[in-house]
């Protein structure tokens, strides 16, 4: 894709012409030709190309994946208590479940996830730990972000907690 842009960037660049009208203005004007035309058709079709092989890949190494649940409220909890829960993964596709990343929206928030595959059928955890700070009371709620080789590539887990006092 950026090899498209950049060829139509130096196709332009080439093709534009500045001329001065008779009022002092500048103008400028594409100029079509065969040649212009048939390169950026065969760019066209590379990139065409280049993208089926790439959704083919994509295809060939995509699953899907459902959790026991994407929500989870702690209820009434006290700030700096160390709360834990686990969310269930379940690989229901046919390839290999890679969760590549698991990332939290604030640093009171820590998650773990599974370091080996998945097999389809299989099952894992990942951990959250929810750790609110002194002075982070009242409702809280906090995500868990889990990106995987999975269509969709990400899906939002959800933390909830209403904190009080130590």
């Not at 955890?125 to 999975?150: H, M």
Request: aromatic share 4%; with cysteine.
């Amino acid at each position: 894709m950026k090899r498209t842009i950049y060829a139509l960037g130096v196709l332009l660049l080439f093709a534009c012409q500045s001329e001065k009208s008779s009022s002092g203005e500048l103008t400028s004007s594409i100029i079509a030709t065969e040649q212009n035309e048939k390169a950026l058709k065969e760019q066209l079709k590379q990139v065409e190309i280049e993208e089926a092989e790439r959704q083919k890949e994509l295809a060939e190494n995509v699953t899907t994946m459902e959790f026991d649940r994407v929500v989870h409220d702690f209820g009434q909890v006290k700030e700096l208590s160390e709360n834990k829960t686990t969310f269930v993964v379940k690989n229901t596709g046919k390839k290999p479940l890679i969760i590549e990343n698991v990332s939290a929206s604030c640093g009171c928030t820590t998650p773990s996830k599974p370091e080996k595959p998945i097999p389809p059928g299989g099952k894992d955890k990942i951990e959250v730990v929810f750790q609110p700070k002194e002075g982070q009371l009242k409702e809280q709620a906090k995500s868990v972000t889990v990106t995987a080789n999975t269509d969709p590539k990400m899906v939002v887990l959800e933390i909830k907690a209403f904190v009080n006092p130590k």
